[in-house]
């Protein structure tokens, strides 16, 4: 069984940056997995954020996304990171971590293990 445990969310001002964690357990190796992010803000369905193959070599961004928030892994330490940069009050949403077994996918389908998730609020 797989268990991501997500962490680093807070509270932050407009333009100011915040480091995800998702600390990956699980019987198989870590770098066997793509990992991902997802967020899901207040009334809106959730949606893709970011994804990066089981060893880091590519990676898919959302479109809006591009230029502000960067994608990592540390297959050593079992963890992947969101690196998020000029944050606007439209990130502020609940951000969770999933891994799957289809190289950079981005549809919620295709991923078999999420996180609980992690509350990023951004204030104007």
């Known amino acids: 069984q797989v268990q991501l445990v997500e962490s680093g969310g807070g509270l932050v001002q407009a333009g100011g940056s915040l480091r995800l964690s998702c600390l990956f357990s699980g019987r198989y190796g870590f770098s066997t997995y793509s990992m991902a992010w997802f967020r899901q803000a207040p009334g809106k369905e959730r949606e893709f954020v970011a994804v990066i193959s089981g060893r880091g070599g590519s990676k898919t961004y959302a479109d809006s996304l591009k230029g502000r928030f960067t994608i990592s892994r540390d297959n050593a330490k079992n963890t992947m990171y969101l690196q998020m940069n000029d944050l606007k009050p439209e990130d502020t949403a609940i951000y969770s971590c999933?891994?799957?077994?289809?190289?950079?996918?981005?549809?919620?389908?295709?991923?078999?293990?999420w996180g609980q998730g992690t509350q990023v609020t951004v204030s104007s």
């Open positions: 999933a891994a799957g077994g289809i190289a950079t996918a981005t549809r919620i389908r295709d991923y078999d293990y």
